[in-house]
Nanobody
Framework: QVQLVESGGGLVQPGGSLRLSCAAS????????MSWYRQAPGKQREWVAT???????NYADSVNGRFTISGDNAKATVYLQMNSLKSEDTAVYYC???????????????WGQGTQVTVSS
């Protein structure tokens, strides 16, 4: 089995920065994509950013230019650097990692438990 552990959330003032991490552990054969999602109170979960195994990155319009996703496949870890934070960025942030596990060799998506980010003065 695999476990994803997120860290780095917290309370920050508008304009501030936070860096989220999500580390996967277990019988990992390969990783093909890493993503971040978020869910604000009373809203549906929304996609934030994705990095592919080839290094290509995509961002939601709402965070483009402020957030940066990066990944380390060797460490099975994905990061989200969040700068110029706004109150509307307040949400629970979830990582999702697409990977193939031993011995099944079946590609599947796995989710972290979520970490709270609150942007407030």
């Amino acid at each position: 089995q695999v476990q994803l552990v997120e860290s780095g959330g917290g309370l920050v003032q508008p304009g501030g920065s936070l860096r989220l991490s999500c580390a996967a552990s277990g019988s990992i054969f390969s990783i093909y994509t890493m993503s971040w999602y978020r869910q604000a109170p009373g809203k549906q979960r929304e996609w934030v950013a994705t990095i592919s195994s080839g290094g290509g990155k995509n961002y939601a319009d709402s965070v483009n230019g402020r957030f940066t996703i990066s990944g380390d496949n060797a460490k099975a870890t994905v990061y989200l650097q969040m700068n110029s934070l706004k109150s509307e960025d307040t949400a629970v942030y979830y990582c999702k990692i697409g990977m193939v596990l031993h011995p099944s060799r079946i590609p599947s998506d796995y989710w972290g438990q979520g970490t709270q980010v609150t942007v407030s003065s």
